[in-house]
Each structure stands twice: as structure tokens, then as C-alpha cells.
């Protein structure tokens, strides 16, 4: 039944200044109430790759400069480039991660940076020319190309914060039952995410089910990772609110002639608020929930699309509603 849903706590990497710890340049740390909430719930690496170059708190401020074309980073106060050890540290820092589900980084950082970045002509006296991306942001979109990757300025959006739960949510349990290897485990994963998957991305949902049955083809190992590789790809692009909202109606179709004129309505009522981004999706998932139970609709009962992240964390998604 729904309320018996196991969820795994999530890996994530966060920009240590978020929350962690004073490390920014001038000593100071980024309040966000997201991931302070989250710190009880999913499991953080915070990691300052400044501090980890060695440049002290406080220090003097860095910045991209574009030089023959390329991202560099530059203390202008110095002289400096650091583009070098930044990369340096940021492969081996990568490459030693052991089973990641996401990254929250500091928006608009020359190091963490993920969007927005100023992008600068010369190391002085110059206006950004253009936005890029962090030196340590490059290095995790190379590394890690479909993971979910955020900053903490994004996540106050209410659908990029909703889609980020629920990836990090869906990834970390495939994570543990990788650990075993255990077929039966992974088509019950499948079944069990089958609407949420569809939401997301019809065709490759139905890739991941032609793995699973064509499953004497694989060894084990191999079978696991093709389907991790189409699960990171279909979390990948967001579903977009009409897509979800089919699968709210698509559900509802399970239930509908068991409900009264007005609970419909109140039904379409809440699903309009999401449509128009001033309700969590949850909220429309909750309403059906309650029917899932009240008509014990076995197969709506264990579908992952009803609970994607756990409801203590409901609170953190309605922080920046407006
Ligand atoms: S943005 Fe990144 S590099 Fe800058 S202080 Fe925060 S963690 Fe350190």
C-alpha cells in the first residue's frame, strides 16, 4: 500500500558556503531554507573547491575571464590563473565520487556556477561580456551529464524543485537495488515507476521495458547499467505540466466512476491551481492518493507517481509559492 513506499536518502554533492559552512570569499554563508530542511533527509558531500585550491577564507575575489576563446579563472588582485588547479582538483574529485544522485551548487559562483556565470573580457576593469558556467559547474555537466544538477537560486522554483525531489528520490532507490543485482527487484521497480516514467518520457520508458523483456539477452551487470543509462536519460527533461497532468487524468480514470459530481470538481479545481504553478503538484497527487485508498485500487496503490519524495518534505516545496 501507498504508505509502505521505502524511500532511500539521496547522495547529493552541495557547495559547502550553502548552509555548511562560512567559506565564502568574504567569509560569509548562503542562508537557504531548502536545503536546510533537506539536511535531515537526504545524505551531503559539501565541498568548497576554492578551499580545497587553497585560497583561504577570506580571499580575494576570482572571476572567468575568456581568454583565446577559453573559461579561465583569474584573481585579479594577483594575477593568478587557476584554471589549472581548479581542473585539476575538480577530475579528481569527480572521478573519486561513489554512487552520487545529484549536486546543489552555488548559483552564479566562477567555481560552482551551473548558469548565469559573469563571463569577463579581462582579468580588470571590464563589464561581463556574457554568462557562462563555473569551472567546477563544467566539470560536473562533463562528469555527469544526466544527473540532476541545480543550483539553490533554481530551486525556489516551485516545478524545478518538485522534478528535482523526485529524481534524486527515484535514482537513489535504483542505487540500493543495484547493490544486489536482484531482477525480480529491478522489474518491480519498473512497474512500480511506471507512471511516473511515462510522464516523463513515453519512448524511453518503453525502452526500459523491452531491456527488462528481453532480459536473458544481458548478464546482470550489463542489464543494470542499460537501464540506469535510459533512467538517467528519461529524469533528464523535466515533464512538462500538460504531460503530468495527463497522468493525473489518465489516473483519475481509475477512480472517476466511483466519485461524486463535486469531488471531481474539486479535483479539476486543484489540478488548475497546479497548471497555473500556485499549488505543488503533490497536492493533486494527495487528492487521488486518498481515493487510491478509500477504493483500494491495488495497481494505483504501489505507483511511485502518487509519493516521488517523501511527504515530510512537502513543507520545503511550498517555501517560495507565491
Ligand atoms: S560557491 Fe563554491 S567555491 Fe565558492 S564558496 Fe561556495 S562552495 Fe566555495
Known sequence: MIGLVKFHKPKLVVSKCIEFEACRYNGLIIASPIVKTLKNHVEF???CPEVEIKLGVPRDPIRIVEIDGEPNLIQPSTG???TQQMNSFSDSFL????GVDGFILKN?????GIKAVKVYPYPENSMPQKKGVGLFGAAVFEKYPYLPVEDEGRLKNLIILENFLTSIYTLAKFRKLKESYD???LIEFHSQNKLLLLSYQQDLTRKMGNILAHQKEYEAEDLFQRYYELLLKTMHVPPETPSNINMLMHALGYVSDKLSREEKAFFLDAMEK?????????VCLNILKA???????EYLAQQSFFRPYPEELMPVTTLYMK
Open 274 to 282: 497546479y497548471r497555473q504553478g500556485v499549488m505543488p503538484l503533490l
Open 291 to 297: 481515493w487510491v485508498i478509500r477504493f483500494n485500487d
Open 183 to 185: 531482477l525480480h527487484d
Open 108 to 112: 552564479r559562483s566562477p567555481s560552482c
Open 80 to 82: 593568478k590563473n587557476l
Open 45 to 47: 558531500q559539501p565541498i
Open 95 to 98: 572521478n573519486s565520487l561513489k
